[in-house]
């Protein structure tokens, strides 16, 4: 079932869902560097807040909702927070300030085994493009500019763009925090035979 809140490895990180950590993969499938859980904020609101994932190079945090998970009001609070206010030139890190993304489970799509890659913007909206000169992807708002957020190169005619549904979602291995304790309870079994094999065959043990 995509996207079930059932703890899921992948590489190093114990996930929540099987949702978030196919996002971590699609990530990683496109080169994105990402900081799952990162820190928790407070919002103006008064409400704590802890996001999915930072992209701590393109400046961009996601949070992502399985389907009839509507609860993305704190987001939406944080992008009003992150966006740009400069009055005149921005001189916001990147270029129009932070961008807040909804991420969502995959659009089944015919030729992609897993399906599509599809979000929301919970500002304005945001396009994912892979620059020309540097060859990095990162979301860009269009209405803001079209400079990489990676490399900062302002470079229109060579960006890639993608809109949702129109690459392909990546699937993690899929391995349950039950089927980390079942390995990690036979390793320390042939870990402790071996050990006791070890100590009989040097008269330690009877």
Not at 92 to 107: K, M, R, S, T, Y
Not at 140 to 168: A, I, T
Request: net charge neutral; glycine share 8%; hydrophobic share 40%.
């Amino acid at each position: 079932m995509n996207g079930a809140a059932i703890e899921t490895w992948f590489g190093l990180t114990d996930f929540r869902s099987a949702l978030e950590s196919d996002w971590a993969a699609t990530l990683s499938s496109l080169g994105i560097q990402w900081e799952y859980e990162p820190c928790l904020l407070v919002l103006p609101s008064g409400e704590r807040y802890l996001p999915d994932f930072w992209l701590p190079e393109i400046g961009t945090w996601i949070e992502v909702k399985g389907n009839g998970i509507p609860r993305v009001e704190k987001a939406r609070e944080l992008a009003t927070v992150v966006v740009c206010k400069c009055r005149e030139r921005c001189a916001c890190q990147w270029f129009g300030g932070e961008i807040v993304l909804i991420g969502h489970p995959a659009l089944r799509t015919a030729g992609m085994r897993f399906g599509a890659l599809y979000w929301d913007d919970a500002r304005y909206s945001a396009v994912l493009a892979q620059c020309g000169h540097c060859e990095s992807f990162s979301w860009l708002r269009l209405r803001q500019s079209f400079r990489c957020r990676k490399c900062r190169v302002l470079d229109p005619q060579r960006l890639r763009m993608y809109g949702p549904g129109e690459l392909e979602f990546r699937h993690s291995d899929r391995v349950t925090a039950h089927q980390v304790a079942d390995e990690y309870a036979m390793w320390i079994t042939a870990e402790q035979v071996a050990e006791t094999r070890r100590k009989r065959e040097n008269g330690e043990v009877a």
